[in-house]
């Protein structure tokens, strides 16, 4: 029973993200990015995603534009958030870093991790990791919410 229940959360918390995804996506700067949301998890705020790079979100030396991860860092994290949350209300931007660990060429994956790890009354907190298909670290962020409805 316990195994069923937590299979049912997770397929809930998965296409709620889908939902809020699709509803970012639609319209404005996150209709540029295209990500395969795989895994979503309501318990621990985690979401999973893939990445495809292709040259609109590359630099001049066909690799991830480091704009791109800052901008995948405030997507995911507010995807994250969702995952936590029945509402498709995500917040706004606080506060986002950035370290660019290293680079991943046109044409590769990267899997996106990213994690509410705190939330209060009106701040959420989310990490995200960026991997390469050698499970490499080669970027990693911190983001900041205000999710306070007023």
Same mark, same amino acid.
């Given at each position: 029973?316990?195994?069923?229940?937590?299979?049912?959360?997770?397929?809930?918390?998965? !296409?709620?993200?889908?939902?809020?995804?699709?509803?970012? @996506?639609?319209?404005? /700067?996150?209709? $540029? /990015?295209?990500? +395969?949301?795989?895994?979503?998890?309501?318990? @621990?705020?985690?979401?999973?995603?893939?990445?495809?790079? +292709?040259?609109?979100?590359? !630099?001049? #030396?066909?690799?991830?534009?480091?704009? @791109?991860?800052?901008? $995948?860092?405030?997507?995911?994290? @507010?995807?994250?958030?969702?995952?936590?949350?029945?509402?498709? #209300?995500?917040?706004?931007?606080?506060? $986002?870093?950035?370290?660019?660990?290293?680079?991943?060429?046109?044409?590769?994956?990267?899997?996106?991790?990213?994690?509410?790890?705190?939330?209060?009354?009106?701040?959420?907190?989310?990490?995200?990791?960026? $991997?390469? +298909?050698?499970?490499?670290?080669?970027?990693?962020?911190?983001?900041?919410? /205000?999710?306070?409805?007023?």
């Amino acid at each position: 029973m316990f195994f069923t229940t937590v299979l049912r959360s997770q397929t809930s918390s998965i !296409n709620h993200v889908k939902t809020v995804w699709e509803r970012m @996506s639609k319209n404005g /700067f996150n209709g $540029l /990015f295209t990500l +395969d949301i795989i895994t979503s998890d309501s318990k @621990s705020g985690t979401i999973t995603a893939r990445f495809l790079v +292709d040259k609109n979100h590359a !630099n001049m #030396y066909e690799t991830l534009h480091g704009g @791109s991860i800052a901008s $995948l860092v405030d997507i995911a994290g @507010s995807l994250a958030i969702a995952s936590k949350k029945t509402t498709d #209300y995500t917040g706004v931007s606080t506060d $986002l870093s950035v370290s660019y660990v290293k680079g991943v060429k046109l044409g590769e994956t990267v899997t996106i991790i990213s994690k509410m790890q705190s939330n209060g009354k009106t701040l959420a907190y989310t990490t995200t990791e960026f $991997l390469n +298909d050698d499970n490499e670290v080669v970027a990693f962020g911190s983001h900041t919410k /205000f999710i306070k409805k007023r």
